[in-house]
């Protein structure tokens, strides 16, 4: 049998490839049966050269499409310069970065990771080193409430407070300190704050769950819980941030201020990973040399191609895209509601869409859209996550969701 190095790159199949991931790559995902080589804006070729409308954008990491020319641009210009210098020197890359993200953000401090879990772990901690050196709770006895249904990445950490299985099982003994509650209900989240919270970690928008946009008024209450018992409200962006739901975090359309956010994803434009926490000065200023670090995080190519990054929301221009766009997608989503979908929620260009439960899985309808040139992926079952980059043109949106009215068939 001929191998695959013996073979020339243009005999190579999707089929060559996908058996090297299989052999080679631990399975810890499900991929679908395409293989991506290259890829411009909302779209993407594979290796036999077909185009696929990319209705997925990384799961928000690639919100300013793929290869945006000004990120690029950045990237290419810092390679060329210094890339990596740990925090053990000062670069010129850094304070500029900070600073301009914290006015975007209109926080006050900035603290740079590279992945979303890493932000998310990191605000873990300052929020527990704040509730013993600031808020004085006993030593051991911080709490930190979360709701269930969450998604906040893969760390041991993170997923010893995680309700799904799939996402807990055989990685304990877990870490303590949690108390989880249901999403959206905020008198079980009363009941559950003490004088031993020292935060709440919610997602504004739980985007892994399906995209469950939470009740009218809950944040707001969840603030003013927060406010009495002398809590820090965190609210995880990294997916439902910078611009996804049409402004720069999806709780400013609760008009209500966290105290500490964390941000991922689409802050590395789909080039590096690059990740933060954002927040008031006081808090993230509890955090002293060799308390806390990351070799890489905040090193001069992320902090580079970050600031490009900022440069583009800066402008307002992707912000209004998602709400302009999003207005459409919803608008022909709901549609399909009794015809075909179960039911469509989202905020912005992002959308969870609900198949009927006696009707196409949600990876049968990824399988049968990929064939109709659009890709997405399946959570939870019967549910798609459906978030294309905000750079797509409404032409092309309409394309892929004519494509999903066929596949539930009322196309």
């Given at each position: 049998?001929?191998?695959?190095?013996?073979?020339?790159a243009?005999?190579?199949?999707?089929?060559?490839?996908?058996?090297?991931d299989?052999?080679w790559?631990?399975?810890?995902?499900?991929?679908?049966?395409?293989?991506?080589?290259?890829?411009?804006?909302?779209?993407?070729?594979?290796?036999?050269?077909?185009?696929?409308?990319?209705?997925?954008?990384g799961?928000?990491?690639?919100n300013?499409?793929?290869?945006?020319?000004?990120?690029?641009?950045?990237?290419?210009?810092?390679?060329?310069?210094?890339?990596?210098?740990?925090?053990?020197?000062?670069?010129?890359?850094?304070?500029?970065?900070?600073?301009?993200?914290?006015?975007?953000?209109?926080?006050?401090?900035?603290?740079p990771?590279?992945?979303?879990?890493?932000?998310?772990?990191?605000?873990?901690?300052v929020?527990?080193?704040?509730a013993?050196?600031?808020?004085?709770?006993?030593?051991?006895?911080?709490?930190?409430?979360?709701?269930?249904?969450?998604?906040?990445?893969?760390?041991?950490t993170?997923?010893?407070?995680?309700?799904?299985?799939?996402?807990?099982?055989?990685?304990?003994?877990?870490?303590p300190?949690?108390?989880?509650?249901?999403?959206?209900?905020?008198?079980?989240l009363?009941?559950?704050?003490?004088?031993?919270?020292?935060?709440v970690?919610?997602?504004?928008?739980?985007?892994?769950?399906?995209?469950?946009?939470p009740?009218?008024?809950?944040f707001?209450?969840?603030?003013?819980?927060?406010?009495?018992?002398?809590?820090?409200?965190?609210?995880?962006?990294?997916?439902?941030?910078?611009?996804?739901?049409?402004?720069?975090?999806?709780?400013?359309?609760?008009?209500?201020?966290?105290?500490?956010?964390?941000?991922?994803?689409?802050?590395?434009?789909?080039?590096?990973?690059?990740?933060?926490v954002?927040?008031?000065?006081?808090?993230?200023?509890?955090l002293?040399?060799?308390?806390?670090?990351?070799?890489?995080?905040?090193?001069?190519?992320?902090?580079?191609?970050?600031?490009?990054?900022?440069r583009?929301?800066?402008?307002?221009?992707?912000q209004?895209?998602?709400?302009?766009?999003?207005?459409?997608?919803?608008?022909?989503?709901?549609?399909?509601?009794?015809?075909?979908?179960?039911?469509?929620?989202?905020?912005?260009?992002?959308?969870?869409?609900?198949?009927?439960?006696?009707?196409?899985?949600?990876?049968?309808?990824?399988?049968?859209l990929?064939?109709?040139?659009?890709?997405?992926?399946?959570?939870?079952g019967?549910?798609?996550?459906?978030?294309p980059?905000?750079?797509?043109?409404?032409?092309?949106?309409?394309r892929?969701?004519?494509?999903?009215?066929?596949?539930?068939?009322?196309?």
């Open positions: 049998m001929t191998t695959f190095a013996e073979k020339s243009e005999t190579h199949s999707a089929t060559d490839y996908i058996a090297l299989e052999r790559s631990t399975h810890n995902y499900h991929p679908l049966p395409v293989v991506i080589a290259e890829a411009e804006g909302a779209w993407v070729t594979d290796v036999r050269g077909e185009r696929y409308l990319d209705f997925l954008s799961y928000s990491a690639l300013f499409g793929h290869r945006h020319p000004d990120l690029v641009r950045a990237a290419v210009e810092q390679l060329g310069r210094v890339t990596l210098t740990s925090r053990a020197f000062h670069h010129d890359q850094l304070g500029l970065f900070c600073r301009e993200l914290a006015e975007l953000t209109g926080t006050e401090m900035v603290l990771m590279n992945s979303g879990a890493e932000a998310v772990e990191s605000a873990i901690k929020a527990r080193k704040w013993y050196r600031v808020k004085g709770i006993a030593e051991e006895r911080a709490q930190i409430v979360v709701a269930d249904s969450n998604f906040h990445g893969r760390t041991t993170i997923v010893s407070f995680s309700t799904d299985d799939q996402a807990r099982a055989d990685f304990g003994p877990f870490t300190g949690f108390v989880v509650v249901p999403y959206g209900d905020a008198a079980a009363e009941r559950a704050v003490t004088e031993n919270t020292a935060a970690l919610l997602e504004p928008i739980q985007g892994e769950a399906g995209v469950i946009v009740p009218d008024g809950y707001a209450e969840v603030r003013r819980l927060c406010d009495r018992a002398g809590a820090l409200l965190i609210a995880d962006e990294i997916q439902s941030g910078l611009a996804r739901t049409g402004t720069i975090f999806a709780l400013d359309h609760e008009r209500v201020t966290a105290d500490l956010y964390t941000l991922g994803k689409a802050l590395g434009g789909g080039i590096v990973p690059v990740s933060a954002v927040g008031r000065a006081d808090v993230l200023g509890v002293r040399p060799g308390e806390h670090g990351s070799t890489f995080g905040g090193n001069p190519l992320a902090c580079a191609v970050g600031r490009a990054v900022i583009l929301l800066s402008t307002g221009e992707f209004q895209r998602s709400t302009s766009l999003g207005a459409r997608l919803h608008a022909r989503l709901s549609e399909l509601v009794g015809n075909g979908l179960a039911a469509v929620r989202g905020r912005g260009l992002w959308a969870g869409v609900d198949l009927p439960a006696d009707g196409l899985t949600g990876r049968e309808a990824s399988e049968a990929m064939t109709r040139g659009v890709l997405c992926k399946e959570t939870h019967h549910t798609l996550r459906l978030a980059p905000l750079v797509i043109e409404e032409a092309d949106l309409d892929g969701l004519d494509a999903l009215a066929e596949v539930v068939g009322r196309g």
